[in-house]
C-alpha cells in the first residue's frame, strides 16, 4: 500500500494568497484527520471525517480554514486568505475503524511557508 | 478533559543502554494508549497501542510500553538503544467513547554511540 499521500510537500505563499493542501487517503480507510504541528502548539488536531462527512471541526482555528472531503479517497484543507501565523506542517492521518478501536496512519507532512 | 504529558523534553542514553520514554495520561472512561514516532522531515510512525488485556505491549523496533492504570502511565521501552532510535516520540491517547487523538508535546530521544 502507497500509505497516506499528501501534496505539495512544501509551499510557500505570500500573505493572503489562497492555499490548498491534499491527501489522499489509505484506500478503503474510513476516517480521515487534518492535524498542524508548531514548535509552540505541538500537534493539533483540526478537523475529522467519517465515511467522508465532517464530524468535528472544533480544532479548526477560525473561518480562514475549510476543509472538504468530496470523496473516499480525497480531501482538501484550504487556508483563505492565508496569514504568516499559519505557518506549519500540515498532516493528514487516515484508520480504519475495525472491531470498535482503529490506529491511525500518518501521511508525510505538508510544511507551509507564509510570508 | 483528555490530556496527556510527557515530562522529559529529551532523553539521553548511550547506545546498548536500555531507554524510557515516560507518559502519564487522564482520560475518561477506558484509555486507548499509543505511541508514534517522528524522524526529521517526516510524518509520525506508529509504534504500539495499547486497547485492552496484556499490560506490557509490544510493538516495532523493538519497542514495548507498559500500561500502568493506578499510575495512570503508560511508558515506552527499549531494552537495548540503537543509535538510529534518536527520534521524536509522541504519546497520544483517547478516550473509548471518541476518535479524537490528543497528543502529548513529545520527547526527543538520543541515542550517542
Known amino acids: 500500500d502507497a500509505g497516506v499521500i499528501q501534496s505539495p510537500r512544501h509551499e510557500v505563499t505570500e500573505m493572503g494568497q489562497e492555499v490548498t493542501l491534499r491527501c489522499k487517503p489509505i484506500?478503503?480507510?474510513?476516517?480521515l484527520f487534518w492535524y498542524r504541528q508548531t514548535m509552540m502548539r505541538g500537534l493539533e488536531l483540526l478537523i475529522y471525517f467519517n465515511n467522508n462527512v465532517p464530524i468535528d471541526d472544533s480544532g479548526m482555528p477560525e473561518d480562514r480554514f475549510s476543509a472538504k472531503m468530496p470523496n473516499a479517497s480525497f480531501s482538501t484543507l484550504k487556508i483563505q486568505p492565508s496569514e504568516p501565523r499559519d505557518s506549519a506542517v500540515y498532516f493528514c492521518?487516515?484508520?480504519?475503524?475495525?472491531?470498535?478501536?482503529?490506529?491511525?496512519?500518518f501521511g508525510p507532512g505538508t510544511r507551509l511557508t507564509v510570508l | 478533559a483528555q490530556s496527556v504529558a510527557q515530562p522529559e523534553d529529551q532523553v539521553n542514553v548511550a547506545e546498548g543502554n536500555p531507554l524510557t520514554v515516560k507518559c502519564t495520561y487522564s482520560v475518561s472512561g477506558n484509555p486507548y494508549l499509543f505511541w508514534y514516532v517522528q524522524y526529521p522531515n517526516r510524518g509520525l510512525q506508529f509504534l504500539l497501542k495499547?486497547?485492552?488485556?496484556?499490560?506490557l505491549v509490544k510493538g516495532s523496533y523493538g519497542f514495548e510500553a507498559e500500561f500502568n492504570k493506578s499510575q495512570t502511565s503508560f511508558h515506552l521501552k527499549k531494552p537495548s538503544a540503537l543509535v538510529s532510535d534518536s527520534a521524536l516520540y509522541f504519546c497520544a491517547v483517547r478516550a473509548d467513547s471518541s476518535y479524537k487523538l490528543i497528543f502529548g508535546s513529545g520527547t526527543r530521544l538520543l541515542v550517542r554511540p
Open positions: 484506500s478503503g480507510h474510513d476516517y
Open positions: 492521518a487516515s484508520s480504519l475503524l475495525r472491531g470498535g478501536t482503529d490506529t491511525q496512519y
Open positions: 495499547y486497547i485492552t488485556g496484556d499490560n
